[in-house]
């Protein structure tokens, strides 16, 4: 009977036993679910949280590891052609002169006739709407107010016009064109409110008058018959009989509400505006000035980069940058603010082009290009998203790094760092002044600066070829840094802002003012006959073997711009993006403003 007895107790401990055992190993599993949730996740160590993962380089970094085949050199090695300037910059020239058929204000200015403009979003895109604002009352032969700034939007900043722009110099600069006041006049001694309305997109010269032109007839005129007709010679409507009252009409949201396709003599208006009566405060230019010199105070040369590598401009562009679920989340929180946009393909984008590069891949770049780890870096950005982790890689790649807080005291900068108008001001005249430019978004700053250093002498301004870029980013720890820094040069090749690099016409007007730039090509036959010998590793180049690849536009492919599908004149013909366009000038809801106020600059 001990045997069965004893059979019996170990079969009755078995049935609890292995429950037990369950139990423990079920725990286990939960405790160790829950520690591997709150670990990093393996795609956390990307460039974007680790972005020293592939860095190696001469001067140190990553020392200890292995050799490896992709690193990066101290030096920007021997390059025969001039890193700091343009090539043939010399043969083209900003040309803004108001042709004779253009006439004066005082003889095409309709004395009772007035037209009002509020801008919208962040300085730049602002910029692009008092610029507009000017070229629009020409063709209205209308008196034009001083513009509204915006102050309501994301930027929230509630600077007048008189606190951002010289308001007496623009006045008198552009009193041969067009009669600008600082406030609509009293009406039979009554302050009174302008009609207000909105514009399309893209609206050309018939455009602006077939919609505004019977809505100043129409209010308090009804009893006056107006006769008016289009010179298209001279891109203004001339009145044939005069109306009796004062009229105002107000335009609303007005950003990019003008054609980038008009007469020559408004394109050069829109030249004269922009680059010569749109002038910064005597403060902004004087701490603009001080920020400049500290800069040239280091170095002979430096470079401005406009990063723009904050959270809203990459939740917008829908990529992803390694960031693991955090990124998602994070990222995905803000895109949902905007309803209109869809879910997207992050690695198709980034094939495309569309998405800005990280800091880190931007000095690579840079470096590839040939310059050395010495270079000054002047950085205009605002909050980079991952924070110093992110911005680590280029600061090992590029150590002397810059920003205006960096090179000014917080007492110089009190007076500035309460408006997002003013701060951004100083980071454009430090961006405007400096020998190279890097823009690595395709924002209304990128382009408008683009714009102005093409008119001043085609100062060197690099965009990323992303599109070409992405594979070799991808691929850079299979191959050397000769191969990658050789294959980076090929690639950037008409994206250096040299002359004709992007032919006439193409793109924003704001970005490439072909109406304004005139060369002298008796200059040019003149030095292709002149042989230019140099020698190799002197920093020179060699004007007249360049010289036929400088007229070549050697994009392989061209983007459409969605915006031009709301010009008027149905004009059909690919936009260039340069390949490092995003979105921002689809077409966008009504109902969603902010979308475009956030990633103006």
């Not at 018939?206 to 209010?219: D, E, G, N, T």
């Not at 749109?278 to 990063?307: C, D, Q, W």
């Not at 002197?538 to 969605?562: C, F, H, K, L, R």
Request: with cysteine; glycine share 6%.
């Amino acid at each position: 009977m001990a045997v069965p007895r004893r059979r019996h107790q170990y079969t009755r401990r078995s049935r609890y036993l292995l429950p037990t055992i369950s139990a423990v190993s079920a725990a286990l599993l939960i405790l160790y679910l829950f520690l591997s949730f709150l670990a990093p996740s393996h795609i956390d160590q990307d460039h974007l949280r680790h972005p020293l993962r592939s860095i190696m380089m001469d001067n140190g970094v990553g020392k200890g590891n292995p050799e490896p085949l992709f690193r990066v050199p101290s030096s920007g090695g021997v390059h025969h052609r001039d890193l700091w300037k343009s090539k043939n910059a010399q043969f083209y020239h900003g040309c803004s002169n108001a042709s004779s058929k253009f006439l004066k204000a005082t003889t095409i200015t309709h004395p009772n006739r007035f037209l009002a403009i509020a801008t919208s979003g962040g300085l730049n895109q602002q910029r692009t709407g008092i610029t507009d604002a000017v070229v629009a009352a020409r063709i209205l032969n209308a008196t034009l107010i001083v513009p509204k700034l915006d102050s309501k939007s994301f930027w929230n900043d509630n600077s007048n016009f008189s606190e951002i722009f010289n308001v007496d110099w623009f006045i008198s600069y552009l009193a041969k064109d067009v009669k600008i006041i600082k406030e609509l006049p009293r009406r039979r001694g009554q302050i009174w409110t302008p009609y207000t309305m909105r514009v399309p997109r893209k609206c050309n010269e018939r455009c602006y008058i077939s919609r505004l032109v019977p809505v100043l007839l129409k209010k308090d005129n009804n009893d006056v018959d107006v006769v008016y007709t289009l010179s298209l010679e001279i891109g203004s409507m001339v009145p044939l009989v005069s109306q009796i009252d004062e009229v105002a009409v107000q335009l609303t949201k007005f950003d990019y509400r003008l054609s980038n396709k008009l007469d020559i003599d408004l394109q050069k208006l829109r030249c004269r505006v922009n680059y010569h009566a749109l002038t910064f405060t005597n403060p902004i230019l004087e701490m603009g000035a001080k920020l400049v010199k500290r800069m040239r105070s280091m170095g002979k040369h430096y470079i401005a980069l406009h990063l723009r590598f904050e959270p809203d401009m990459l939740a917008f562009s829908g990529c992803y940058y390694g960031g693991g679920d955090k990124e998602r989340k994070e990222l995905g929180k803000i895109r949902r603010r905007w309803k209109t946009l869809h879910n997207n393909n992050p690695d198709r984008e980034r094939r495309q082009g569309r998405c800005p590069l990280t800091p880190e891949e931007v000095g690579l770049m840079l470096r590839a290009l040939g310059y050395d780890r010495e270079t000054h870096l002047y950085v205009a950005s605002g909050e980079v998203y991952g924070g110093q982790n992110t911005l680590a890689s280029l600061k090992a790649l590029f150590p002397n790094f810059y920003s205006k807080d960096t090179i000014a005291t917080k007492e110089e900068l009190k007076s500035f760092s309460a408006f997002s108008s003013r701060m951004a001001a100083l980071d454009f005249i430090v961006c405007d002044e400096s020998d190279v430019f890097v823009t690595n978004n395709n924002g209304n700053m990128a382009k408008i600066i683009a714009g102005r250093r093409r008119y001043f002498g085609h100062k060197l301004t690099i965009r990323p070829n992303a599109k070409k870029l992405y594979k070799l980013f991808l691929n850079r720890d299979n191959m050397t840094w000769e191969e990658f820094s050789s294959r980076t040069r090929k690639f950037q090749r008409s994206f250096m802002g040299h002359p004709k690099e992007v032919r006439p016409g193409r793109g924003v007007f704001h970005e490439n003012p072909s109406s304004c730039i005139c060369e002298d090509s008796d200059a040019k036959t003149k030095t292709k006959t002149i042989s230019v010998p140099h020698k190799p590793g002197d920093g020179s180049v060699d004007i007249v073997a360049d010289a036929a690849a400088d007229d070549q536009n050697s994009n392989d492919e061209e983007w459409s711009d969605p915006e031009d599908d709301d010009d008027l004149n149905n004009q059909t013909g690919d936009i260039m993006y340069n390949e490092t366009g995003f979105d921002y000038d689809a077409p966008l809801s009504e109902e969603e403003p902010e979308l475009e106020e956030m990633l103006s600059d």
